[in-house]
């Protein structure tokens, strides 16, 4: 209700009085005016009208004259103009003389020369008025002919000039316009109206004052526009808008001048303006009388207002002391009772309220919730403990401080929308949660903002906030959701897994049908309580010719011959009540009666509660691998035998071969020696060589029988010293060593499992090759071992003449050679003697050679594992 | 609870019947508001007498201009009123007037039309610090002052010294007489001099000079043309207005039919045609006016002029609006009418009818100007 405007009795009812005594006189005045404005106007109309069309009479009357007298000048100068000059010249200044009108009369020869002028000297005459416009309009024509208003060359006064074409010449007249201008004046004198003649430019000939014809003024500088003359009487509006003016005009025939009369709207209707004053005084009389009225009338209807209005203060002060007097009306007796039980209403009503704001004042000072009052600008009014509490802030901190400031700014354009709705009205309240951040945390709140208070108009006075914390809530809330996101998260996970699972199972069980169908061997699964072939592979089908459907529901049995049936039985029966599963090599039954070898391996699958469910069962063919194994066996028994028996010739061989070698070596020998002398030389020749032949055939003989004896007389592998055979290589060669001042060295020689005189026998054959076959400097050999993919590498690298390498298929064969025998002597089996000692050690050996630089032996053994300490390290020999 | 604002109380009624009172009498007075005050500018010159041609063309040349920025609107929104004065070419009644112009509170004065008039007024309207804007004057008598008078029309020395040169050369004039009239000696004494000197530099001889006072002199008009021709001039200069120069010349023309004749810009309005009748054929006359300008402004001009005063516009009328249209153009820029002079110097250059007018630092004006003559009856240019 704040700033309200109540409307007033007492204004009301002085107004209604003051309305009631105007409105009839004021329409009465405006009805009273209306008519005698047009009654005026009308009445000026007339006497304008009518003064015109009488001065215009007179003006005609006026010009006339000047008419008349031109007539006579005519008559007098058609009778003296040629004859006696002089007679004109008297008559003319009589003319002047008479007609004050007339300023100056001249008579004009029909060239245009002054023949006659009066008044006027002889300079006059003979001056060219050719020029003249009257002069040219008058010879043009024989009427009366009136000049536009000029300046008189004599007088200088404004003048026109009256013309007419004469038989023999010319008669001009300037006229005085002053007695037009007097008949103005006198007019004007009188009848407070202005009449005015204006000529055919509009310039003013004849006014009351003589200025504005002095001067040359137009009618304009009287306000009016020269199109208006000569039309009817009308009001108009001067040119410079100061005032309207009554015009009425008239034509002068004669001249085509104007005669206008004007009266100012003022002058006009100044006799209506004195009835308005008296009307408005009328009007003013009554509503003073009004007032007065209504002051009397007021004083009796507004006084018992004026206690009531009193005692409400009162009332509203807390007062409830009243003092109404009864009153003789009845409609203010009646109001004076329902106020005395208002009265008694309001003071149960005030108890009432005082015991629910003390309820109140109780929730504010000591809930457990915030509360604070808030003014429509949004500044905190008041705020209870509980909330200084929670924003952690002294109530002068709060109290006039923005709503918004403690609050976050996210959805606080929001609120402040909601806010508006509940401060314009729109809203009784809303519900929020927001969140208040303080100098060292942030409090999360479920706020409830209400109107507290309404005016009339809906506006609210102040606005009440519950604030709750639900800081902790929000928390909870919080962590519950990472919890539930986590966990849909990882179910999202494992649903994924679960599928690429599936998808991978199905394609594992599609691929392990396929493979178990598929498979190269025979699968099927028995039921253990019948021992009955619950499911089977199409290997198994195929490999006995049987179908599914004959296999599928039948006991195991029928897999097998019938005459083992009853073992199979059996056998399968121990797996069941024992759980021990053996590999079993078996005969199947195909349908044709033909039997299948095979082993056969039982794998039990047991269920969730380890019994076993059933027997899975597994049979590899192996018929053929049978029918191979047969086959090498009798192969290596023939090969062995093969074997003894070339060894046993070899030995034999060579054995008994030395014997009868030795007899022709030993008795050629002996011839030698005892019969050399007998011989001639050719024949000691021929005994040369065979003693030469039976020598080099026992070499022969000795190396055959070595390289037979690498197989036949090698001892059991044991653990050995590659450098103690080292050792007795170099002894061995120690005389080739000497001669050839060869330099050996070797690397420390790991352990090794082998036969020790066939090393010894291996590395003196190599180096002793790497001393038959040195350059020209004296040999350097080096024996060396080496770790190469896991492998124990032994070499024996020399500086010798190399080995082509297009020979490198051949070394290794026995008594093959790549140089003569006078190049370098040997029996071309020492390497292939190497070859086999290797071969029987497992190993293998290679060469690598450079010709002219050298050329390196590498083989392998099977060296015992080292044994600690023997490191690979330089040692010279 | 708040307490209620009571509109009226009981209290409250004498001042109610108080407002009611002043509401009745504002209803009363309804017609008494005045608008906006005008802004007012004074004219004076010459207006009745024989003398008045010039006043009353230039007059109604002003009269024009104003009209027109009235009905734009006026002077930043002010009214422009025109408060007129008749000098009656005498020099008391001219300072009177010129007085009664400043009491009325006018922002400029335009006028006087004749240099006489300006000279006897001058004091006056310096003193009162207004701008004294002249449509017609051209005497040289008020050239190089750095004073509040401005003019729209050129010096006399240059149309002095064509004129000379012109009868010189053209017409062959060795000697020469001067009839001069001292009623605007201002003017017609400095003209006749200026035209004395520059008449010897073409090697000619003023024999005789004449003087006389319009509409006083006990000379006539005959006596004076007698005593010009006296020595038989080879021509004779009149500088005169209008009418009495037409019948000085017709005095002339009757003595020495065969005179030639010249005359001064004071002269050239159509009452020298109309009342010289053929005495004034081939008459020379120089002017910075000229009637046959192609100039649309100019073209424009005339025709409104005609149409609002019924007859045809002069040099006066001419120079008068071209005069109002300065001063009213200087009163829109200008903070007051104290700065108008300053202000009109400041911008210097305005928009004539016949091409830009410009002012010198001392208001004063060049102009070119023409040598007319009357051909058949009608004044026209020279080549």
Known sequence: ?877 | MKPIRRRASPKTIPFLAMRFVLIWLSILSIGGCESQEPLRIGFVGTLSGKAALLGTAGRDGVLLAIEECNRQGGVNGRKVELLVRDDGNEAEQAKNVDQELINAGVSAILGHMSSEMTAAAYETVMASGLVLLSPTVSSVEFSGLDDNMLRVAGTSDALTRGLAGHCATQRGWKRAAIIYDLANKTYSLSYADLYERAFAATGGRIIRRISFVSGTDALSMKAIAKQALEDNPDGVLVIAASLDAAILCQQLKKINPNISLASSGWAFTEELVQNGGKAVEGIVLPSYYQPHSPEAAYVAFKKSFEQRFGYPSSFAASLGYEAATVVLAGLKEASSPRQLKETLLRMQRFPGLRGDLVFDRLGDIQRPFTLLTVRDGRFSEMQ
């Not at chain 1, 003016?245 to 085509?256: D, H, K, N, P, Q």
């Not at chain 1, 009440?464 to 849909?488: C, F, G, S």
């Not at chain 1, 028995?526 to 010719?545: P, S």
């Not at chain 1, 993919?789 to 390498?805: C, E, K, L, T």
Request: with cysteine; net charge negative; hydrophobic share 40%.
């Open chain 1, 1 to 877: 209700m704040s700033g309200m405007r109540l409307a007033s009795i007492s204004r009301r009812l002085t107004l209604s009085f003051i309305l009631a005594a105007l409105v009839p006189l004021l329409a009465a005045g405006w009805a009273i005016l209306l008519y005698l404005t047009a009654s005026e106007k009308e009445e000026t109309f007339n006497k304008i009208q009518a003064l015109s069309e009488s001065l215009a009479s007179q003006v005609d009357l006026f010009l006339q004259q000047p008419l008349t007298s031109l007539d006579q000048i005519d008559l007098v100068a058609q009778r003296h103009l040629h004859t006696d000059p002089h007679q004109i010249d008297q008559y003319l200044s009589s003319v002047v003389k008479a007609n004050p009108v007339f300023e100056t009369l001249f008579l004009i020869t029909p060239d245009g020369l002054i023949q006659h002028i009066y008044p006027g000297d002889e300079d006059f005459i003979g001056t060219d008025m050719s020029r003249q416009p009257f002069f040219q309009a008058a010879s043009a024509s024989s009427a009366n002919q009136w000049s536009a208003v000029f300046r008189s060359p004599r007088t200088g006064m404004m003048t026109v000039t009256l013309s007419r074409n004469l038989s023999h010449s010319i008669v001009a007249a300037h006229l005085n316009l002053d007695a037009l201008s007097e008949f103005t004046t006198r007019l004007s004198k009188h009848l407070e109206v202005t009449a005015f003649i204006v000529d055919t430019n509009g310039t003013i000939i004849a006014h009351p004052k003589n200025d504005y014809v002095a001067r040359k003024n137009n009618v304009h500088s009287l306000g009016i526009d020269p199109a208006m003359l000569g039309g009817p009487s009308v009001i108009v509006r001067r040119l410079d808008g100061e005032e309207d003016l009554f015009l009425s005009s008239r034509l002068i025939a004669s001249t085509g001048w104007y005669l206008g009369t004007i009266q100012s709207k003022e002058t006009a209707l100044a006799r209506l303006h004195s009835i308005k004053i008296f009307l408005f005084s009328a009007i003013f009389l009554a509503a003073v009388l009004a007032f007065l009225l209504a002051l009397g009338s007021i004083k009796t209807t507004v006084r018992p207002l004026k206690i009531f209005s009193r005692d409400a203060e009162k009332l509203a002060s807390g007062d409830y002391s009243l003092d109404l007097p009864a009153s003789p009306y009845l409609e203010i007796e009646e109001m004076r009772q329902a106020f005395t039980q208002m009265v008694d209403a309001v003071r149960q009503r005030e108890a009432l309220l005082r015991h629910k704001a003390d309820e109140f004042s109780c929730y504010y000072e000591l809930g457990l919730i915030g509360m604070a009052e808030i003014d429509p600008s949004g500044r905190w009014i008041s705020v209870n403990p509980y909330l200084v509490e929670l924003l952690q802030s002294g109530p002068e901190k709060l109290i006039g401080r923005s709503w918004w400031d403690l609050a976050d700014a996210r959805g606080r354009e929001k609120e402040q929308h909601l806010f508006a709705e509940v401060v314009a009205g729109r809203s009784s309240g809303y519900s929020i949660q927001k969140r208040f951040r303080l100098e060292e945390s942030i409090v999360e709140a479920e706020v409830s903002v209400a109107a507290g208070d309404r005016d009339k108009q809906g506006a609210v006075s102040f606005l009440i906030a519950i604030i709750q914390d639900i800081t902790e809530k929000k928390r909870t809330e919080a962590l519950l959701l990472e919890h539930q996101q986590n966990l849909e998260r990882r179910v999202g996970e494992r649903t994924r897994s679960l599928h690429d699972r599936n998808t991978e199972l199905a394609q594992s069980r599609e691929e392990y049908a396929e493979l178990y169908e598929n498979a190269p061997d025979m699968y099927c699964t028995v039921a253990i309580h019948n021992l009955t072939i619950t499911q089977c592979n199409q290997t198994i089908v195929n490999r006995l010719g049987k179908t599914k459907s004959e296999l599928l529901g039948q006991s195991v049995c029928v897999l097998y011959p019938p005459e083992q049936a009853a073992t199979a039985q059996v056998y399968f029966a121990e797996i069941v009540s024992s759980g021990l599963v053996q590999e079993t090599e078996q005969h199947l039954c195909c349908a044709g009666g033909s039997l299948v070898e095979a082993i056969l391996t039982v794998s039990p699958t047991l269920d969730n509660q380890g019994q076993m469910r059933e027997i899975k069962c597994c049979w590899v063919d192996i018929s053929a691998q049978k029918r191979i194994e047969k086959r090498l066996a009798h192969l290596a028994q023939e090969l062995s035998r093969s074997n003894e028996e070339l060894q046993q010739f070899a030995y034999v061989a060579s054995h008994d071969l030395q014997e009868p070698l030795r007899m022709i070596a030993s008795y050629t020998q002996l011839l030698n020696e005892s019969y050399g002398d007998q011989l001639d030389d050719r024949a000691k020749k021929f005994l040369s060589y065979a003693q030469e032949g039976a020598g080099r055939m026992q070499d022969l003989i000795e190396d055959l029988l070595t390289y037979s004896r690498v197989a036949t007389r090698g001892t059991e592998p044991e653990i050995v010293s590659p450098d103690h055979a080292f050792s007795r290589a170099l002894a061995n060669l120690s005389e080739v060593v000497t001669a050839t001042g060869a330099t050996i060295t070797c690397d420390p020689l790991p352990h090794l499992k082998g036969d020790l005189s066939q090393l010894t026998q291996l590395l003196q054959n190599l180096v002793g090759n790497a001393l038959k076959f040195h350059g020209s400097e004296p040999p350097r050999i080096h024996v060396g071992v080496e770790q190469r993919d896991g492998q124990v590498v032994f070499s024996v690298r020399d500086n010798g003449i190399g080995i082509d390498p297009r020979y490198a298929s051949k070394i290794f064969t026995i008594f093959q050679r790549l140089h003569t025998r006078a190049e370098f002597p040997g029996t071309g089996i020492g390497l292939a003697i190497c070859k086999r000692i290797v071969e029987r050690h497992n190993g293998r050996i290679w060469f690598e050679s450079v010709p002219g630089q050298g050329t390196t032996f590498f083989f392998t053994l099977e060296p015992e594992k080292e044994q600690g300490g023997n490191s690979i390290a330089e040692a010279s020999s």
